[in-house]
């Protein structure tokens, strides 16, 4: 069974400081991680993803995260928090396409920056 | 572009009266899933359907029924509604590792 935990529901930034989200994730196979972001009433939209290969990835909106196999987290980083940033933010753990792509959520964290 | 279109966006029911949700996606994926979203506890898996024709639970299924119409078209059906299942609800579907997410119908059952 798959399972994600993400540490604190609620984070607050000043507008310009580092953005820091905790994602920790356990996987019976070699995983696939994504982020996805949620603005108020809105659908999900994918930040960024791991599947093979780099580490470290990069996605959209100066986001990044980093895939750390000994540590089963996968944390998501932007150095630098922008108004537009405040939404919540889900991380996902799925097993890929072999396994018919069925994400596992964690609870999520909501972002606020403040200016 | 349209991508995963989901109807209705806003739904209220009674205790008991039954609905279905649509789901339609312009992409050719074969992949297509239906989850519900509830505070704290991100989304969770209701069916999915991994191509025409199949269908399987996921992990709550219990008070649901999906039909997989077409490749197009994935319907979420609730035959008896709870209020345990007011919950926002997203289709998505996928092709490759990537899932691709509608806009979600809120649905509030009274």
């Known amino acids: 069974a798959q399972s994600v935990t993400q540490l604190g529901s609620h984070v607050s930034v000043s507008e310009g400081a580092l953005v820091l989200l905790r994602c920790n994730y356990s996987s019976s196979v070699p995983p696939y991680l994504f982020w996805y972001v949620q603005y108020p009433n809105q659908g999900l939209q994918l930040l960024l993803k791991?599947?093979?290969?780099?580490?470290l990835v990069k996605g959209i909106n100066g986001f990044e995260a980093e895939f750390k196999k000994s540590e089963t987290s996968f944390h998501l980083t932007k150095p630098s928090a922008h108004m537009s940033d405040a939404a919540e933010y889900f991380c996902a753990v799925s097993k890929g396409e072999a396994a018919g792509n069925k994400l596992t959520f964690g609870g999520g964290t909501r972002v606020l920056v403040k200016p | 572009n349209a991508g995963v279109t989901q109807t209705p966006k806003f739904q209220v029911l009674k205790t008991g009266q039954s609905m279905t949700l649509q789901c339609a996606q312009d992409m050719n994926h074969n992949s297509m899933y239906w989850y519900r979203q509830d505070p704290g506890m991100g989304l969770r898996l209701i069916y999915y359907?991994?191509?025409?024709?199949?269908?399987d639970k996921g992990e709550v299924p219990n008070g649901y029924n999906v039909s997989r119409l077409n490749k197009r078209e994935f319907s979420l059906r609730l035959e008896s509604a709870a209020p345990s299942q007011t919950s926002v609800y997203f289709c998505a579907s996928s092709e490759g590792a990537t899932i691709y997410f509608g806009e979600g119908s809120w649905l509030t059952v009274v």
């Open positions: 791991y599947t093979t290969g780099a580490t």
């Open positions: 359907s991994a191509s025409e024709g199949t269908t």
